[in-house]
T-cell receptor, first 112, second 116 residues
Framework: DAKTTQPNSMESNEEEPVHLPCNHS???????IHWYRQLPSQGPEYVIH???SNVNNRMASLAIAEDRKSSTLILHRATLRDAAVYYC?????????????FGKGTRLSVIA | NAGVTQTPKFQVLKTGQSMTLQCAQD?????MSWYRQDPGMGLRLIHY???????DQGEVPNGYNVSRSTTEDFPLRLLSAAPSQTSVYFC???????????????FGSGTQLSVL
């Protein structure tokens, strides 16, 4: 899997938008961009994924750069429940059955 | 719908003891995997399985054994526990490897293991 780079930590005020960046300069044409998050004392949970176009779901939005070398996870209104570690992961079909590789992610703190 | 169930939630072992961490899923997923997470670290893959009777090693397989006799269950065995195996263990499942469209990984809530 291609490597991703994320900031170690970020802080946000409650009810404000949060933009979590991810760099993946070595991404290949068939790599999907996945985001998972891990709430305290829980297992990771799926947030969103995309290939080329921006994606929206009930949890978040994913903005993908035109050259696909970076992406941004957008939480439109941060709540205290969004405090978690967010993982940006690349998954490519060329890697066969090997599972996703989780890095250290970005620890998001939300301030009331 | 229970999803991915891991037992036990907590376990304390003495060095040299063996035990099995249980993982079961009720979503008819073919793909299952085990990760460990140490403090301040990301998840590291131990073993995975792409279907009943098929298993393969991940990044950190030493000291662990797995088998997959049914689609639903994927137990992880510690053969002779060591303090270095103190960690939180997560089991995950998906319809297929977590890549591409609609191939989400579903995780259990984890097992906190301490080896003294």
């Amino acid at each position: 899997d291609a490597k991703t780079t994320q900031p170690n930590s970020m802080e946000s005020n409650e009810e404000e938008p949060v933009h979590l960046p991810c760099n993946h300069s070595t991404i290949s044409g068939t790599d999907y961009i996945h985001w998972y998050r891990q709430l305290p004392s829980q297992g990771p949970e799926y947030v969103i994924h995309g290939l080329t176009s921006n994606v929206n779901n009930r949890m978040a939005s994913l903005a993908i750069a035109e050259d696909r070398k970076s992406s941004t996870l957008i939480l439109h209104r941060a709540t205290l429940r969004d405090a978690a570690v967010y993982y940006c992961i690349l998954g490519g079909r060329n890697s066969g059955n090997t599972p996703l590789v989780f890095g250290k992610g970005t620890r998001l703190s939300v301030i009331a | 719908n229970a999803g991915v169930t891991q037992t036990p939630k907590f376990q304390v072992l003495k060095t040299g003891q063996s035990m099995t961490l249980q993982c079961a899923q009720d979503m008819n997923h073919e793909y299952m995997s085990w990760y460990r997470q140490d403090p301040g670290m990301g998840l590291r893959l131990i073993h995975y399985s792409v279907g009943a009777g098929i298993t393969d090693q991940g990044e950190v397989p030493n000291g662990y054994n797995v088998s997959r006799s049914t689609t639903e269950d994927f137990p992880l065995r510690l053969l002779s526990a060591a303090p270095s195996q103190t960690s939180v263990y997560f089991c995950a499942s998906s319809y297929s490897p977590g890549r591409g469209a609609s191939e989400k990984l579903f995780f259990g809530s984890g097992t906190q293991l301490s080896v003294l």
